[in-house]
T-cell receptor, first 115, second 112 residues
Framework: ETGVTQTPRHLVMGMTNKKSLKCEQHLGHNAMYWYKQSAKKPLELMFVYNFKEQTENNSVPSRFSPECPNSSHLFLHLHTLQPEDSALYLC??????????????FGSGTRLTVV | GDSVTQMEGPVTLSEEAFLTINCTYTATGYPSLFWYVQYPGEGLQLLLKATKADDKGSNKGFEATYRKETTSFHLEKGSVQVSDSAVYFCALIAAAGNKLTFGGGTRVLVKP
């Protein structure tokens, strides 16, 4: 148990489907993050939330829509994805600027396959 | 901007061999430095960290020393096991910041 839980672990979806990824943390952290990890590519930071407010969006296509209803939960809503969006999606949390040296805690990821 | 450079893999070793993964960084001031490990099919786990110059982080037989003079944070383990097969990521958080900047990752394969 890492303290950051992601569901589902695996997801297969068609290009016309709508699905959501969920992330939950019980660490009392104030910041949450979505990363994309594709084969043979560096980790890509997608979105950053601090105290439920989005503070960073790294030019992510609008077919990815994040939602952070509170500091403990983070969602990534997916619609009309492309096969190249197939990847491991990782959620992370951190104390934020209160304790910047703490580092991030990651979930186990959701393996997404778009068919 | 901040950046982390680590050796490209894959690194293939025999069990009980010595492992070194080089990591150098570019950042202003005194960043905090981290090593994360990703086992097959899993997310990233914090392996060790160091927050100031000359600090040594250690965990599970792995060690890394924060070298300000060479801007390096090399990861070492004296005797690897098959279970150490994973991808290792070096990372930093800049002073007065909260953004974790990763290196490209180094895949390590330990053979029996």
């Amino acid at each position: 148990e890492t303290g950051v839980t992601q569901t589902p672990r695996h997801l297969v979806m068609g290009m016309t489907n709508k699905k959501s990824l969920k992330c939950e943390q019980h660490l009392g952290h104030n910041a949450m993050y979505w990363y994309k990890q594709s084969a043979k590519k560096p980790l890509e930071l997608m979105f950053v939330y601090n105290f439920k407010e989005q503070t960073e969006n790294n030019s992510v296509p609008s077919r990815f829509s994040p939602e952070c209803p509170n500091s403990s939960h983070l969602f990534l809503h997916l619609h009309t994805l492309q096969p190249e969006d197939s990847a491991l999606y990782l959620c992370a949390s951190s104390p934020g600027t209160e304790r910047p040296n703490y580092g991030y805690t990651f979930g186990s990821g959701t393996r997404l396959t778009v068919v | 901007g901040d950046s982390v450079t680590q050796m490209e893999g894959p690194v293939t070793l025999s069990e009980e061999a010595f492992l070194t993964i080089n990591c150098t960084y570019t950042a202003t001031g005194y960043p905090s430095l981290f090593w994360y490990v990703q086992y097959p099919g899993e997310g990233l786990q914090l392996l060790l960290k160091a927050t100031k110059a000359d600090d040594k982080g250690s965990n599970k037989g792995f060690e890394a020393t924060y070298r300000k003079e060479t801007t390096s944070f090399h990861l070492e383990k004296g005797s690897v096991q098959v279970s150490d097969s994973a991808v290792y990521f070096c990372a930093l958080i800049a002073a007065a910041g909260n953004k974790l900047t990763f290196g490209g990752g180094t895949r390590v394969l330990v053979k029996p």
